[in-house]
T-cell receptor
Framework: DSGVTQTPKHLITATGQRVTLRCSPRSGDLSVYWYQQSLDQGLQFLIQYYNGEERAKGNILERFSAQQFPDLHSELNLSSLELGDSALYFC??????????????FGEGSWLTVV | DAKTTQPTSMDCAEGRAANLPCNHSTISGNEYVYWYRQIHSQGPQYIIHGLKNNETNEMASLIITEDRKSSTLILPHATLRDTAVYYCIVRVARLAYSGGSNYKLTFGKGTLLTVNP
């Protein structure tokens, strides 16, 4: 158990709909990362938040957005869903403190199926 | 982040040591070598990381060459449950400032290790 909690574990929704994936980082971790893994792609970095602020953006579509709340949990919002958005979405967290161990730990993922 | 090169796949007999190589010839002085693995459709699992000294923990050993251009992850007694994709990643670990933009993990295709009975 990495200590990173993601909900829901599985989600099936129709094209055009909107879903929200939730992530609770490990206790004390300030940074949250979101990754996407589809069948034909590897693990793709989407976005990073640090203590409530966006810090890095990767291959995230404009239809997707994320935020990190004051209690440090994060949500990834996926809208106008398309079949190609079907994937595993992973959240990861890290303390990201200066001059300390900064290993990134991953949750077990949220399976999204768009039909 | 420096790029890494790993074999696409490897086989290992159960109970034997699994030695997974990784080349990272463009690694910078402040970049660490990290190893993660992903068992089918589970979240990537942290294994070990190191800068220049060899490292060992309860899961594995990491051997880094003196010039730091390559490394080897060693699973001393592989079991069937070690069958997974293993990722070698180089990344800054000792931060210059908090929450910077260059500290994400960039995953390549990794090595599919199959442990056979």
């Amino acid at each position: 158990d990495s200590g990173v909690t993601q909900t829901p574990k599985h989600l099936i929704t129709a094209t055009g709909q909107r879903v929200t994936l939730r992530c609770s980082p490990r206790s004390g971790d300030l940074s949250v990362y979101w990754y996407q893994q589809s069948l034909d792609q590897g693990l793709q970095f989407l976005i990073q938040y640090y203590n409530g602020e966006e810090r890095a953006k990767g291959n995230i579509l404009e239809r997707f957005s994320a935020q990190q709340f004051p209690d440090l949990h994060s949500e990834l919002n996926l809208s106008s869903l398309e079949l190609g958005d079907s994937a595993l979405y992973f959240c990861a967290s890290s303390p990201e403190l200066i001059d300390s161990g900064n290993t990134i730990y991953f949750g077990e993922g949220s399976w999204l199926t768009v039909v | 982040d420096a790029k890494t090169t790993q074999p696409t796949s490897m086989d290992c007999a159960e109970g034997r040591a699994a030695n997974l190589p990784c080349n990272h010839s463009t690694i910078s002085g402040n970049e660490y070598v990290y190893w993660y693995r992903q068992i089918h459709s589970q979240g990537p699992q942290y294994i070990i990381h190191g800068l220049k000294n060899n490292e060992t923990n309860e899961m594995a050993s990491l051997i880094i060459t003196e010039d730091r251009k390559s490394s080897t992850l060693i699973l001393p007694h592989a079991t069937l449950r070690d069958t997974a994709v293993y990722y070698c990643i180089v990344r800054v670990a000792r931060l210059a400032y908090s929450g910077g933009s260059n500290y994400k993990l960039t995953f390549g295709k990794g090595t599919l290790l199959t442990v056979n009975p």
